[in-house]
DNA sequence: CTATTATAGTTAGATATCTAACTTTTGTCA
DNA sequence: TGACAAAAGTTAGATATCTAACTATAATAG
């Protein structure tokens, strides 16, 4: 109840600075997509859909959008025809820095109440939870064997 | 980041546990809209929206859904001619017990990998960071005046 | 009292997401 | 090597949510 919330309302505030960037339409999934390329330079759908944690038919949806825009390009697989890859665009590759700057400034307005020790606590106990969490699904979609 | 993952888990995790209790179709924030009937008897759509976070435009939807499966009636407000009260019909009183017991066994998937102490001090963190997101959010919202 | 403004709720239209089903290509195994 | 299973991606259809606009009622101000 309180993390949904919590991810409510810095979901709608990255809304708000994306569209201040510019980017109205881009949302924090096509952020995730983005980020992948920022790191990795290119990407598979699939290899998109798992970094963004959504599924490939969401990911090929934010795909389009990122591309009718100009900031991403499909291009075919070399090594497997059923493959496509996805590249950043100059403009695409331009947004590196304001990408960087939104970010800070989310972890900077989600951690700015804590004190540094506290901001390692919640860190820890937070991952302590989601691994606890994604094992807990893993047991139980092991058993529809 | 980490919040929205699980959020995404739990959200999920519940949606299955729903289905499992014979109630397809029905949603957390369905589940939202109960709470409040179960805790107060009955609510405007007002109120409930405000409760479960919603816009009332969503919570219409809500009880709509709720209504067609039964759970809740929609009724005149005898003080209010614009105002609809919703209450709970005796199918959907009689989910009370289903549904304390789906929220216990939430809180315990959620915090069972951490000690007493911990949990404790992990709502404290989290109730400190929605505080100042909240009060962030009014801040910015109080400009546009 | 009447005219304006505010409030409660719904309807309409848009968007992000999901699951299921389909196409194409690759891998496997008998 | 030829059939069948697995994988990558897309398309189609459903759902939960939002904002904007609308209707009806209540409150307020001259």
Redesign the pocket.
């Known amino acids: 109840m309180l993390m949904g919330r919590i991810h409510d309302l810095t979901h709608k505030w990255l809304r708000g600075e994306l569209a201040a960037a510019g980017l109205s ?1 881009i ?3 096509h952020g995730d997509v983005l980020a992948l390329l920022f790191m990795k330079g290119e990407a ?4 998109l ?1 798992a970094f963004a ?13 990122l591309e009718e825009v100009g900031l991403v390009r ?1 291009m075919q ?1 070399e090594d ?6 996805v590249v950043l665009t100059a403009e695409g590759e331009a947004l590196r820095g304001s990408f960087a700057a939104i970010s800070k400034k989310l972890a900077s307005r989600v951690y700015s109440p804590l004190s540094k020790d506290e901001g390692e606590m919640l860190e820890k106990l937070l991952n302590k939870v989601l691994s606890n969490l994604e094992a807990a699904k893993n047991a139980e979609s092991a058993k529809s064997d």
Chains 1, 2 share one sequence.
């Not at 598979?44 to 290899?47: G, L, P």
């Not at 497997?80 to 890859?85: C, L, M, N, T, Y």
């Open positions: 339409g949302v924090p999934s598979t759908m699939h290899e859909a944690h959504r599924t490939r038919p969401t990911t090929t949806v934010l795909v389009d959008k499909r697989s497997d025809a059923r493959s496509v890859v």
